[in-house]
């Protein structure tokens, strides 16, 4: 087997012919852009498509050369080099890319009478909706380059203080990252030292990440009013083609069952031995007993048995995938922790990068991003500027796989081992509900305190508390709270997508409810499913779960989707109980 996934199929290397002409066709192509006399007719409309097609492939091809390199050798010289060289170029194509978004916003003549445009339906009304946010040229092109040195600059410096941080545990010298995942260690005195000595840890850059955060808001802020929505909240469900009333009803239906947590929190204090709210530290802890272990081409073959039951072009896109070198599996010196796909749609494939270790946890993990190639499966026959879907939505497939293959695991499993894989079930699913949630109001908070005061690193530290109390409530010990959740998590520190965190309650609990629908009756649901995921890059993400018959205004989904965990927790208490 090989020890890293094959890139060759996008470009030989950064030396080749192939990678060298592409970088410079992106100055090319984006030129023409201003050789057109643009006109309100099909055939210049046509011609815009054209080039901008081009433009987006090539860019996507180059990107994602780039991140997968990244991914697996952090320290290479020319991925950095060509990194920094891409974005540079793209800031100097800010004035143009905004004059043709202005241009294609703008339109009158009826695309619908082409065939070929017609299929960019949705993309000309996204564009007509976003020009009453797109400001003068000069604007944005100013902004562009001020991103290099202000929000991207503030997110290297967090990303540069988070990665560099260490501190001193038990005689060795821990980074952050260690000091973390030590939060699942088997020993209760491991996982508390450990969180106090990780508490301390920032106290050493808790003011310079205080600074990077507050920087970054007032941009978005700032830009935000600009561009004239009310909110940054407002900008963000635009751009994730969301509603508001969706949000409403999804984090209404959560509240409703959070008693349900708070109970399942304190049965897992009780386990562990002590009464009252569960110790953060006791989050991530395991319950119960399973010592099953995979090789890489067991946790094949247990994939392709289950995803067999499921449908025939899922076990084919596994097979090519297993088959052809497209999975990055172990870990190694530089590269990234984690786990991602990349979708290539361009060449219809993808690529994952994870970091086995032979649990079944990592077979979870293999399944959750074969479960992002198979949505990719299913969008790479869109025209270009149809392949992208939004982050709520992102998630469906990833974690409908999970739901798929943990019910496999479950029904295997010997009685120790299934209160295992079920508190690690339950637990998943109350960080992308409770403590999603938690991060939700902390960073509405944050952007509300920030249009009149600057917030030092107390204050955000009262203000996640704040939010724990709300959110995790009794269910854990107060003493315990953790404060810097706002240090640790990266997702706060973009300001290309603010909100970071309602896509992964709205992904589990979508995905969750569609498995219900798939267990209930199963017959005709994976023609529905494959059209559902063909339908997210062309629709809204309400119009999406209509292909289900879902409607995702009201309430009554979510709550079925957070009925099916309550009973989860119910069963768990029971066997546990016994």
Not at 188 to 199: G, I, Q, T
Not at 284 to 299: C, K, L, N
Not at 354 to 360: A, Q, R, T, V
Not at 504 to 519: D, K, P, V
Request: net charge negative; aromatic share 14%.
């Amino acid at each position: 087997m090989e020890q890293q996934y094959s890139l060759v199929e996008i470009y030989p290397s950064y030396d080749s012919d192939e990678f060298q002409n592409d970088f410079k066709k992106i100055d090319s192509l984006l030129n023409d852009f201003e050789k057109l006399n643009l006109e309100d007719n099909i055939e210049c409309i046509k011609s815009v498509i054209g080039i901008l097609e081009e433009v987006n492939t090539t860019i996507y091809r180059i990107f994602t050369f780039i991140e997968l390199n990244q991914a697996i050798n952090t320290t290479d010289e020319k991925t950095t080099y060509y990194s920094n060289n891409l974005n540079g170029k793209l800031s100097n194509y800010a004035k143009t890319f905004t004059k043709i978004d202005k241009f294609l916003g703008s339109i009158t003549v009826d695309i619908t009478k082409d065939e070929y445009l017609k299929q960019y339906e949705f993309f000309f009304k996204n564009k007509k909706e976003a020009l009453k946010h797109v400001l003068p040229e000069d604007i944005e092109e100013v902004i562009a380059k001020m991103k290099l040195s202000s929000s991207n600059a503030w997110e290297f410096m967090f990303n540069f203080l988070t990665s560099k941080a260490s501190i001193e545990f038990n005689g060795e010298e821990k980074t952050l990252s260690e000091i973390r995942n030590l939060a699942y260690s088997s020993d209760a005195n491991v996982r508390k030292e450990a969180f106090y000595k990780e508490l301390d840890l920032y106290d050493s850059i808790k003011d310079s990440i205080a600074f990077s955060l507050n920087n970054i808001k007032q941009e978005v802020n700032t830009t935000s009013k600009m561009r004239g929505f009310e909110t940054a909240l407002d900008e963000s469900l635009e751009n994730a083609r969301l509603k508001r009333e969706t949000l409403t009803a999804l984090w209404s239906s959560i509240e409703d069952y959070l008693p349900h947590f708070r109970k399942f929190f304190k049965h897992k204090a009780k386990l562990l031995g002590y009464d009252g709210g569960l110790k953060f530290y006791d989050l991530f802890a395991s319950i119960g007993e399973s010592d099953r272990t995979f090789t890489v081409e067991e946790a094949q073959e247990f994939l392709l048995k289950h995803f067999a039951t499921f449908s025939d072009d899922m076990v084919k896109m596994v097979k090519e995938a297993f088959d052809n070198n497209y999975i990055d599996y172990f870990p190694k010196k530089r590269k990234v922790g984690g786990a991602f796909c990349s979708n290539l749609p361009y060449i219809k494939q993808s690529r994952i990068m994870m970091n086995f270790d032979g649990s079944l946890s990592s077979v979870l993990t293999l399944a959750h991003e074969l479960g992002h190639a198979y949505h990719g499966l299913h969008v790479e026959n869109h025209l270009p500027l149809n392949w992208d879907y939004p982050m709520p939505v992102a998630e469906t497939a990833s974690i409908f796989n999970e739901n798929l293959i943990m019910s496999a695991a479950l029904n295997e499993a010997s009685e120790k081992e299934k209160i295992t894989l079920m508190e690690s079930q339950i637990s998943d699913c109350a960080q992308i509900t409770v403590d999603i949630y938690s991060r939700f109001l902390f960073e509405k908070e944050v952007f509300e305190r920030k249009l009149d005061h600057f917030m030092m690193s107390e204050e955000l530290e009262e203000i996640m508390r704040n939010a724990q109390k709300d959110t995790y409530g009794d269910g854990l010990d107060a003493e315990t709270y953790h404060p810097f959740m706002w240090t640790c998590k990266p997702h706060y520190y973009s300001a290309g997508f603010s909100y970071y965190n309602y896509p992964y309650a709205f992904g589990g609990l979508f995905s969750r409810g569609l498995y219900a629908i798939y267990r209930e009756n199963p017959n005709g649901f994976v023609e529905k499913y494959q059209e559902l995921l063909e339908a997210t890059t062309i629709n809204t993400c309400e119009d999406v779960a209509k292909v289900m018959n879902i409607d995702l205004t009201k309430k009554d989904f979510w709550l079925k989707s957070l009925e099916s965990i309550k009973e989860e927790i119910d069963e768990f208490i029971e066997l546990t109980s016994k």
